[in-house]
């Protein structure tokens, strides 16, 4: 018996062109007509669920989720149409808030509170939404969204959304935006010493005449806009753009994409984010390593040339931000650089040759001129040599009978490099004002003054980054108490020097971190040594010195990331010594001892070696050992196991211990915590004074405040079991 025919499908008649058809049925930007469901089919899905990407029930006449949300399904024949042919609209969008532009970058969950999410407001970031897209309800707009997304330049654009809220429109930058922010930039961050390699003649001619790098246009225009609070401005979309444009093109080193590079670094910092910026750091050392920019190109311009050293100078700067004085972390080590230093501005910008002298100066009778930012370089290089001669002395790696010789070889250096600068750029009040680069004349000041201060605390009895005990007694009372008072005596003139600024100096020019460390450092230091017999300030007045430091970090780093835990912790400390003048008291005057790390989950033999500060920005960088689940098999062997996180804002996270320790623990009872921050820890919440009615230890009231943002604690610690032959300056 000859088997039935299989059924015909119902035909599709439509008026429109087969290629239009499909077009709408593509973007669902239209009516669309669709097939009924073939009834051979396990399922039939309707074209609401299809257009919406949504599991369809198949259930006869309605189905199930257009019944639930009030859809018109395509199940349903409606009157008039012939068997088969059903004209469906787009379905509504429903979906929630549109999310923020920072939290759409970051593809973070946003709540989209106005005026500012909750996400944005935590992490202390500028919140902003964007205009709600207008998606086209025609063919013709349909036929114009494809065509936009091939575009003749074969830049890839993104396809439409259909049905999305949250999709935002990001504007490109215009010719006159772009030109305010280059201007703004040569204005005020140029001044900067980290920020000064651009040629500005260039790379405003460039922008006029629109052949500058589209990355470095974006990165450039994004760092202006967040450093001077251009919250109208998407920056946060235009930082990103620029990264992902370096991060597609990894493998060809372009100096124009490390101009951008460097630059995006900066961003991240500013912005919190730390572990970025501490891996883009290494790309950006690998890019100039690539180039050969630590070496001379005797045969290029003389402004290219320039243009080549600014650029690794900069890159050198960065590793102030995270490796502190320690080798491991170091972008560029001194002997890798065979660079001279940058010349004076007037010779940049003009394109003239000068010869300048090196980082370190040549054994010679004829001294090279170095300019102002030179000699900034110089002194960089002998902060991180005294902070690696403190390291070998709180570990006991330095002998005693040498610290003597070494510190005097120190200070001889420090008053070469003064010696060194022409009678402009010396310190007054008349040559702070008349000076061209305020900001880059106060930071090379207070910087000296700060390195005589890192050298001097070894003597500071009691202080915290004072040298250890046996290393004291060893030095003779005369010259540990001159010491104490040279020490006390470059922190006051650290403070003077922000009060000259304060009053005399540009209230618009930007500053950058190092500034706010030395304020900090030298509040910190006057309030601790007001008791030192002799000392120049009392209590009282120490603390009003304090707080000229305090107001200069809250004005000119309002919304910096990497600054706040130095203002959250010197408001703390102020209000600390506020109490103990309150109530008079006369304890002993001593920072606490280190606790015990034993629940340490990094390698205690890095922690010993590092001993990162509280406010580096590595230690905030939040990275977490997961080394003890190389070998976890189960959940429960991993419930075990001790874990160890660093907050960004510098303060210590709870650390999860074993069950059997846990039951004899409070709450309040301190954790160790990793990176070497194992120092201190906080009582309590770091950000409030304690009581007024309780009296004030001065063991607890500087728990949380005993490391030093360049190099952190380096009290004695137990090195036994050290290996002998490793480098000292690790």
Same mark, same amino acid.
């Given at each position: 018996?000859?088997?039935?025919?299989?059924?015909?499908?119902?035909?599709?008649?439509?008026?429109?062109?087969?290629? @239009?058809?499909?077009?709408?049925?593509?973007?669902?930007?239209?009516?669309?007509?669709?097939?009924?469901?073939?009834?051979?089919?396990?399922?039939?899905?309707?074209?609401?669920?299809?257009?919406?990407?949504?599991?369809?029930?198949?259930?006869?006449?309605?189905?199930?989720?257009?019944?639930?949300?009030? =859809?018109?399904?395509?199940?349903?024949?409606?009157?008039?149409?012939?068997?088969?042919? #059903?004209?469906?609209?787009?379905?509504? &969008?429903?979906?929630?808030?549109?999310?923020?532009?920072?939290?759409?970058?970051?593809?973070?969950?946003?709540?989209?509170?106005?005026?500012?999410?909750?996400?944005?407001?935590?992490?202390?970031?500028?919140?902003?939404?964007?205009?709600?897209?207008? #998606?086209?309800?025609?063919?013709?707009?349909?036929?114009?969204?494809?065509?936009?997304?091939?575009?003749?330049?074969?830049?890839?654009?993104?396809?439409?959304?259909?049905?999305?809220?949250?999709?935002?429109?990001?504007?490109?930058?215009?010719?006159?935006?772009?030109?305010?922010?280059?201007?703004?930039?040569?204005?005020?961050?140029?001044?900067?010493?980290?920020?000064?390699?651009?040629?500005?003649?260039?790379?405003?001619?460039?922008?006029?005449?629109?052949?500058?790098?589209?990355? @470095?246009?974006?990165?450039?225009? !994004?760092?202006?806009?967040?450093?001077?609070?251009?919250?109208?401005?998407?920056?946060?979309?235009?930082?990103?753009?620029?990264?992902?444009?370096?991060?597609?093109?990894?493998?060809? !080193?372009? %100096?124009?994409?490390?101009?951008?590079?460097?630059?995006?670094?900066?961003?991240?910092?500013?912005?919190?984010?730390?572990?970025?910026?501490?891996?883009?750091?290494?790309?950006?050392?690998?890019?100039? @390593?690539?180039?050969?920019?630590?070496?001379?190109?005797?045969?290029?311009?003389?402004?290219?040339?320039?243009?080549?050293?600014?650029?690794?100078?900069?890159?050198?700067?960065?590793?102030?931000?995270?490796?502190?004085?320690?080798?491991?972390?170091?972008? /560029?080590?001194?002997?890798?650089?065979?660079?001279?230093?940058? /010349?004076?501005? %007037? #010779?940049?910008?003009?394109?003239?040759?000068?010869?300048?002298?090196?980082?370190?100066?040549?054994?010679?009778?004829?001294?090279?001129?170095?300019?102002?930012?030179?000699?900034?370089?110089?002194?960089?290089?002998?902060?991180?040599?005294?902070?690696?001669?403190?390291?070998?002395?709180?570990?006991?790696?330095?002998?005693?009978?040498?610290?003597?010789?070494?510190?005097? &070889?120190?200070?001889?250096?420090?008053?070469?490099?003064?010696?060194?600068?022409?009678?402009?750029?010396?310190?007054?009040?008349?040559?702070?004002?008349?000076?061209?680069?305020?900001?880059?004349?106060?930071?090379?000041?207070?910087?000296?003054?700060?390195?005589?201060?890192?050298?001097?605390?070894?003597?500071?009895?009691?202080?915290?980054?004072?040298?250890?005990?046996?290393?004291?007694?060893?030095?003779?009372?005369?010259?540990?108490?001159?010491?104490?008072?040279? /020490?006390?005596?470059?922190?006051?003139?650290? %403070?003077?020097?922000?009060?000259? =600024?304060?009053?005399?100096?540009?209230?618009?020019?930007?500053?950058?971190?190092?500034?706010?460390?030395?304020?900090?450092?030298?509040?910190?230091?006057?309030?601790?040594?007001?008791?030192?017999?002799?000392?120049?300030?009392?209590?009282?007045?120490?603390?009003?010195?304090?707080?000229?430091?305090?107001?200069?970090?809250?004005?000119?780093?309002?919304?910096?990331?990497?600054?706040?835990?130095?203002?959250?912790?010197?408001?703390?400390?102020?209000?600390?010594?506020?109490?103990?003048?309150?109530?008079?008291?006369?304890?002993?005057?001593?920072?606490?001892?280190?606790?015990?790390?034993?629940?340490?989950?990094?390698?205690?033999?890095?922690?010993? &070696?590092?001993?990162?500060?509280?406010?580096?920005?590595?230690?905030?960088?939040?990275?977490?050992?997961?080394?003890?689940?190389?070998?976890?098999?189960?959940?429960?062997?991993?419930?075990?196991?001790?874990?160890?996180?660093?907050?960004?804002?510098?303060?210590?996270?709870?650390?999860?211990?074993?069950?059997?320790?846990?039951?004899?623990?409070?709450?309040?009872?301190?954790?160790?915590?990793?990176?070497?921050?194992?120092?201190?820890?906080?009582?309590?919440?770091?950000?409030?004074?304690?009581?007024?009615?309780?009296?004030?230890?001065?063991?607890?009231?500087?728990?949380?405040?005993?490391?030093?943002?360049?190099?952190?604690?380096?009290?004695?610690?137990?090195?036994?079991?050290?290996?002998?032959?490793?480098?000292?300056?690790?």
């Amino acid at each position: 018996m000859t088997e039935a025919p299989r059924p015909l499908r119902p035909l599709q008649v439509s008026s429109e062109p087969r290629d @239009l058809q499909s077009l709408q049925l593509k973007s669902g930007l239209a009516a669309e007509v669709i097939s009924a469901p073939d009834p051979l089919k396990k399922r039939a899905i309707c074209s609401q669920c299809r257009i919406r990407k949504v599991r369809c029930d198949g259930r006869p006449n309605f189905c199930q989720n257009c019944d639930r949300l009030g =859809f018109e399904c395509s199940f349903q024949q409606l009157p008039g149409k012939s068997p088969g042919q #059903y004209m469906v609209k787009l379905p509504e &969008r429903r979906r929630g808030t549109q999310a923020c532009i920072p939290c759409h970058s970051k593809k973070t969950r946003c709540l989209g509170e106005l005026p500012s999410c909750s996400s944005c407001v935590r992490r202390n970031r500028v919140c902003s939404y964007p205009r709600a897209k207008r #998606y086209a309800s025609s063919s013709s707009h349909a036929r114009d969204s494809v065509e936009s997304i091939q575009s003749p330049a074969g830049e890839a654009s993104p396809a439409p959304d259909i049905g999305i809220v949250g999709s935002t429109e990001v504007p490109e930058l215009d010719s006159a935006t772009t030109m305010d922010l280059m201007e703004d930039y040569f204005r005020h961050l140029y001044p900067l010493p980290s920020f000064a390699f651009l040629h500005k003649p260039t790379v405003l001619q460039r922008c006029k005449d629109n052949t500058i790098n589209r990355t @470095l246009k974006l990165s450039i225009c !994004a760092i202006t806009a967040l450093q001077l609070q251009r919250t109208s401005l998407c920056h946060d979309i235009w930082i990103q753009q620029a990264e992902q444009s370096i991060l597609q093109q990894i493998g060809r !080193a372009s %100096i124009f994409h490390l101009q951008a590079l460097l630059l995006v670094i900066r961003y991240r910092i500013e912005s919190g984010e730390f572990p970025t910026a501490f891996m883009l750091a290494a790309l950006a050392a690998r890019t100039a @390593l690539a180039l050969r920019l630590n070496y001379e190109r005797p045969e290029l311009s003389d402004v290219a040339q320039e243009a080549r050293r600014r650029l690794f100078w900069a890159l050198y700067l960065l590793d102030d931000f995270f490796c502190v004085g320690l080798r491991e972390f170091e972008l /560029c080590p001194e002997e890798t650089i065979h660079l001279r230093l940058p /010349c004076d501005e %007037i #010779y940049f910008e003009t394109g003239q040759h000068v010869h300048t002298g090196l980082l370190r100066p040549e054994a010679s009778k004829t001294v090279d001129p170095i300019g102002i930012r030179g000699a900034f370089l110089r002194l960089a290089s002998v902060r991180r040599a005294v902070m690696r001669f403190n390291r070998r002395v709180g570990l006991g790696d330095e002998l005693s009978s040498t610290i003597g010789e070494s510190i005097r &070889r120190f200070e001889e250096e420090l008053r070469s490099l003064r010696a060194s600068l022409g009678s402009s750029d010396q310190y007054s009040v008349s040559n702070l004002t008349s000076c061209r680069w305020q900001a880059q004349f106060l930071m090379l000041h207070m910087s000296w003054h700060q390195c005589h201060c890192d050298l001097y605390r070894l003597g500071l009895d009691g202080y915290s980054e004072a040298a250890p005990s046996p290393v004291l007694i060893a030095i003779h009372p005369r010259d540990r108490v001159a010491m104490q008072f040279k /020490c006390l005596e470059h922190a006051e003139s650290i %403070i003077r020097t922000v009060s000259d =600024f304060s009053d005399h100096g540009d209230s618009e020019c930007l500053l950058e971190r190092d500034a706010a460390v030395c304020a900090f450092e030298s509040a910190r230091l006057v309030m601790f040594g007001s008791r030192i017999p002799g000392a120049l300030s009392d209590l009282d007045l120490a603390i009003n010195k304090a707080k000229l430091s305090l107001n200069l970090i809250t004005k000119y780093f309002p919304l910096s990331a990497s600054t706040q835990p130095l203002r959250k912790d010197l408001e703390r400390l102020i209000a600390s010594y506020s109490v103990r003048l309150a109530l008079q008291t006369q304890e002993t005057f001593s920072e606490p001892d280190p606790p015990s790390r034993s629940t340490s989950k990094l390698s205690q033999y890095a922690n010993s &070696r590092q001993r990162l500060s509280v406010q580096s920005l590595l230690l905030q960088s939040d990275f977490v050992d997961d080394s003890n689940e190389l070998a976890s098999l189960t959940q429960g062997s991993e419930s075990q196991t001790t874990t160890n996180h660093i907050h960004t804002d510098g303060q210590i996270a709870q650390v999860s211990e074993p069950a059997s320790e846990l039951t004899t623990m409070t709450t309040d009872t301190p954790k160790s915590l990793s990176w070497g921050a194992v120092g201190r820890t906080h009582s309590g919440n770091s950000s409030q004074a304690p009581p007024p009615s309780l009296p004030l230890d001065a063991r607890q009231e500087d728990a949380g405040l005993i490391f030093n943002p360049w190099m952190g604690f380096i009290g004695t610690e137990d090195m036994s079991g050290r290996p002998p032959h490793l480098d000292e300056e690790f």
